[in-house]
Structure formats: structure tokens, C-alpha cells
């Protein structure tokens, strides 16, 4: 019967190695594919058509699209030249899916709204998918915060910027600095002080390691810019949206 | 060639039930022999572990412990099975063949050269009394049919030892004669059939030796000529009135639990130890005694008596089992399997 | 006889029992209704539609073939096993000198011929539509092999699902096995999202994906219907991969089917 074991123990080898062999050629299949990855999405179907394809389980299909947005997004972040032509599609259809798909909109307008490479590039859509979020999720202050922000750094529109941030204030369980920050734009529309604001804001409040981080070295820019606009006499809003961009 | 056909040594098996795992023993080891060339029956009641011995020995279920010897050979080396048939219980075989594809078919997976398949088949089908069969699929046979296309296929590459699982089941009378007499040409031809029944009447019209199974417990072996030469203490009494009216006389009405009158003659059973009393009753009442036999064991008195000494032990080892299947309930079980 | 030409023959003995057997249950009407359906839909759509004629009845076909063949796949390997036990036909079969294993695969091979035999079929009815409406477009698209191409993914699809319902109907019942590998075939189309969410976890939980991905069947790159609906050529290098990947991943399958099923206890 020793036999016996040992043959099955063998048997159970050749197929770890089978597994292990047809797991090693994946990598190669995806190279060689046609139609690339899902990265590369010739055509997106709509969020209708998705939703009645999904059976009803539309919230699993939105978070489907929300990592194919991601990894769409990923490959092609600080690559030059890149384009991102179906960012907004990819977002609309997963917000369509599922409206409160919060991370979809604070993430997805940062990924729009800021200019290549580190992002899409269209703060309008930015802009459009924040309010169509904010139509769809009145209660969530956070929203309004990230529309004021998109305004502020990304289209310099500082009036619009401050009537997000009032709006945002009044939503129950805003935070309180929301008011401050509506007073701010209101007076100092384009500081440094008012931009360092806005940042460690962003960094107090983030939960994401990766988003925290972005913020504190934004703010150690910053810091080193107001040092400077002190002996220069450079726009310090272009300094700022420079500092943005330089960063990461 | 003194090796026995089958020989089972200890060959057990329990299933684990339910979702705890209890374990529950469908065959106790099982210590048995067959002989070459013998017709060997195995009885019992439904259930009794027939089945299950029977997939123990052809590898079909994994014994908990215990060994078996098939040929001289470990009964799980694979040279046996191109020397052993078998007929599995009730079985249904492929709805889409014709009897003879099917047994095409099994006789490629025996080994057989292809040359030779529909030649043996054809002779295969004429013995089982199937020749005419032609290309009818195998769904339009009766339950007869199939149970012949069964055998036919048990013995279709010229197997030593023959297991049968129930092959008279769902047989009419015809039928039955017909497998009977295919089990007594395979013995004349010096195989070895070792099949399970329930129907007592097939293994006393068949077998060299029959064992008995209850409840996973091996409860008797015994070849039928020591049985039916075994007496059973009781001798059975003939007499006629000689001329005057035929009585059965008092003396011996009050001991014999079994009397009775045909036509001229009348006849007691007593038991041998009071025979001589009995005969004295019979002169003096004028009768004439016409015969003195003494009563042989049926089948069917060993079984039920093996199957009720078994239980009863049983029982009493296990008081707790008694109070699940009392022992009436289990009498007419045990009746009831032997119709 | 060797060892192994023995072997061969009871495998060839039992797919050629099994190729029958589907042959006369009439698995093959279905291809009557398959043709019906991509005719008749092609002759509508093509009323209806403009300058994607031939693109709308490559996806639908393809689309039909693939559905066709995967539940085929699935519902009759489900039952390949299930059906001898309950008849008893396999205690007849296995009181032979006939391994478990080599029953196994006898009965693969059977029901891979059966579908390849049906996809073929379908793949021509295919063929033969798209023919006659390459006359209408230009001669540049007349190009089938992408078409067959595709088709043969389907193949490789459908024996990849019937080595998984081999491997599930080794330890549980029929209907379990099928929800089981309806299952794995959603899942394994999805594998490329699977692929995108390892990469973004971290930690314990990446390589629990990765290790998921891995064990799963990826499926994906058995579709390239949308690539052969526009007439784009199918890499070479693909066909090789995608052959030699539903060989690896199917033979681990059965091999691990033909592992459990030796030590099954037919009850």
C-alpha cells in the first residue's frame, strides 16, 4: 500500500506543477491578447445596459468598474502623454451603478480634475461628477468639500469655491472648518496661507495612507514656496498649482 | 490449486452517519470461505450486509479492516477482476444500446481481442435466451431482460468465480427457472457462484453451502446436505384405521402440536422421545401405522432459527437494542424477508 | 499487449460508449435550434441594422456557441459520473480490469468529442452564413480565421468546464457540481478584475488573491469574440498559450478529479 501512497503523492505533485505551469502563463497570455487587458476597453457599454445585465447586483458590478477606473487610471498616471479618455465614462458608469459609491467620487474628481500627468486634466467633468454625487447624496458634506477644492486649486474659480464650501457648511454634521474655509476664500481668494489651509485640512482628515501622504508633501512645498514668495514677487496661486504639480 | 475460491478474513465495514460521525457497523469482520466449483449462497434479510460484503470483495467500497483472498490473490490485485463476473443488484445498464453493444462493450473493457467481441456476445445472448433481441435499445427490455442481459454480461469472458447480487429479484417464475438453470450449468462447467438472495427457495434449490447474515453478523454456515441430514428430534407418524373409521387416538393428540386427517389417513408429529408411547396409543386404538419418519430441517427452519438464537443473544447483550426492535417486530422481519 | 496499449484501448472503449450514448440521446438537436436562431436573428438584425452585419452575426454566433457549448459542457459532465452510479452501470464496468482513472478519462474524452463534434458543426453553420454575407462587404474582411480561431477558444473553454464538473461531481452530487461550476465559469470570465483587486490589496490579502487567481481558471482570454466580430487576426502566439494553458489547467483538473474518485466509496 506504500505504493499506492507514493503514486498518489506523485499524482498530487504533477498537479501543483500543472497549477503552477498554467498560473506561470498567464502573464504571457495577457502580453499577447488582442484586445489587451481591461485597461484598454474598446468600447464601455452603458450604465443602463449594465445594470440590466447585472440582474439586479449592480452594486457589486459598480465596484467591478470602480477597480477597472482604478486600474485604468494606474496605468497611465505619470506617464507622458497618456490619454484618459474613458476616466469620466468609467466613473459615470460605476457611480450610475451605485451612487453612493463615495470613494468614486472623491477619488475620481481628484483623478480628473488635476493636469497631466498626475491626472486627467478635466476639472469640468471633475466638477460634474462632484455635483452629480452631491444631487445623489445630499448628507454628505464631503462632497461639497472635495467640489470647493476641485473650484479652488484646480480651476481658480474662488467664488465658486466659496459657495461650495458655505453649501457643504450647512449640511448637518459638517465639520466646523468648512465655515472658515468659505470665510477664506471670500478674502484671501489666492494665498499661500489659504492653499496650506486647504492642505492640512486634506491631511488631518484623510484615512488614506497614500492620500496623506501626498498631502504632507504638498505641504512641505509649500512651506518651502512661502519662503521664497517672500523675495519674489510671483503669483502665489501659480506657485501653488506649480507645487502641486511638481510633487510625488 | 488447494487454495479456496474466496477466502474472507475479517473483511469489515462501518459507515460514519450523520453530522456528528457516529459510526455504525454495516458488516462485523466476516470470516467465510468458498470453495472451488461450489454454488454458494448468501442470505439474509434486506440489509442484512449482503450488498455490502459483496462491494468489500470487488473493490468497489474500501474495508475499515480485514483482508480477502480471491483466487490465491489479494482480492485488490487487479489481475483478479479479469477472472471474476458479476451481477450488480437490479441494475439498468445504458438506455441507448442494444443488449449486444453493451456486451461489446464490456467485453473490449475485459480484454478481449476485438476480433472476438460480437462473436462472444452473440453466443453470450443465445445462452440467456436473448438471441433475438437484435437492435432493440436496452430501455425497452423488461426487468427480466435486463437481469439476463445482467448474467450474460457476469459471465461473458469466461469468469472463475461469479458474484450475483440478488439475481432473482423482479424475476417472474419462468425467469427464475431460467437464471436457476444458468447458475447450475455454470456449476457443471466448475465455476464458483457465490450469490446473495433473500428468496431461501433459490439457494435450497441451488446451493452446495449457504451462510446466513443478519444485521452485519455472520450467524451460520452450513452446506444443505448436512442440513437436511440433520433431524430435528421429531419423527412424523402415518397411520390409517384399518378397516374401521380413522381416529387419531388421545394419547397421542396430547403429544403432538401437530395433527392431522386426509382422507383415509391421519398423521401426528411427536417428538422422537415419546414415539414409543405414541405407537402404544396407535395399537391400542386399532390403527395401523403406515410409516415412521423422522423430521429433517428445512432452509427455512435453520434460517429462522439461526436468525432468532443470533438476535436473542443479541438482545441480551444489549438490552437497549431490545427496547428499539423488540423481538416480535424482528420475527416478522426475518418472516416477511423469506416470504 | 503492453500495459499501456491495454490502457488505451478501455479509455477508447469507454469515450467511444460515451460518444454514442450522446449521439442517440439526441445532444446533437441542438444545433438544429442553434442554426435557426443565428439565421433567423441575422436575417432581422440585418434588416434593422446598418453596416454591421457581419460584426452583429459573428458575435451573435460566436455568443450562442459559446452558451451552447458551455452548458453542454456543464450539464453533462455534471452527470458523466452521477448517472453509472445510480444505474449501477459502473459497478459492472469497474468489477473489470478497468482503473478508476481510466474510467475517468475514458468518459472525458467521450463527452470532449461530443462537443467537439457539436462545436464544429456549429462553427461551420457560422461559417457558412458569414460567407454569404462577406459578399456584400468589402473582400478585406472576407477573412473566417478569426472566427475559427475564436471558435476553438470556445472549445478549449467548454473542455476546461468539463475537467472542473468531473473534479466537483468527484465529491458531490450533481446539481451541487453544476451550481459549482456555473460558478467557477462566471468567475474565471471575471479573473482579469480578480487580477486588478490583487494588485491594489495589500498585505495577507494580496496574496490570498493572487493564490485565488491562481487556482481559479482564467477564462477571459478564451473570449475574443469582440476581436474576431471586427475581423482582427488573433496573435498565433495566443493560440498556442491559450492551448497549452487548458491543457495544464484542465489536466490538473482531472487529475485531481481521477485522485478523489479512486478513493470514492460507491455507496
Redesign the interface.
Known sequence: MTQKRMRRAIGVIVIGLCLLGAGLLLPAIEASRPVGGSDDITYLPTAGSVKMMSLGYSGLMADIYWTRTVQYFGRRVNVAGARFELLAPLLDTATQLDPQLMPAYEFGSVFLAEDPPRGAGRPEEAVALLERGIAANPAEWRLWYELGFVHYFNRHDYAAARQAFESGSKVPGAHPWMKQLAARMAEHGGDLVTARFLWAKAYEEATDPRIRANALALLRELDHETAISTTSASSPVAEAAKAAKTVQ | MTEPAIAIEGLAKE?SSGLWGRRRAALSPLHLSVQRGEVFGFLGPNGAGKTTTL?LL?????PSAGTARILGMDFRD??V??R??????????????SAS?LLI??A????MPAQVRRERAGAMLRRVGLADTGKL?LRKFSKGMLQRV?LA??IL?DPDVV?LDEPMSGLDPLGRMEVRDIIRELRADGRTVFFSTHILSDAEALCDRVAILDRGELCGVSSLEALTREVSGRVELVWTGNGRTTEIPFGVAAMAPETGTTGESARAIVAEAVSERALDSLQLAGMRLVSLTPVRLSLEEYFMARLRATRVSAEQADPQDNAILPREVARAAAAGAIR | MTDVGASVVRVAAIARQNFREAVRDRVFYNLISFTALVVGAALVFSQISIAIERELLVNLGLTAISLTSVLLAVLLGVGLVAKEIERRTLYAVLARPVARWEFLSGKFCGLAATLTVNTACMAVALLLLVATQATHTPAANLSLWPVITATYFLLLQALILVAVALLFSSFSSPLLAAIFTLALFLIGSFTQDLHGMAQLANGASRWLLVGLVGVLPDLSSFNVIAAAAHGRAIPLRLIGLNTLYAALYGGAALGAAALIFSRREMK
Not at chain 2, 470487488?58 to 474500501?62: F, P, R, S
Open positions: 459507515y462491494k470487488l473493490g468497489l467500497i474500501a487487479p489481475r477482476k479479469s471474476i463476473g458479476f451481477l450488480p443488484e437490479q441494475p439498468y445498464f445504458y438506455d441507448h444500446l453493444e462493450y464490456f473490449a473493457l475485459s480484454g435499445p445482467g454480461q457476469a469472458h458474484f
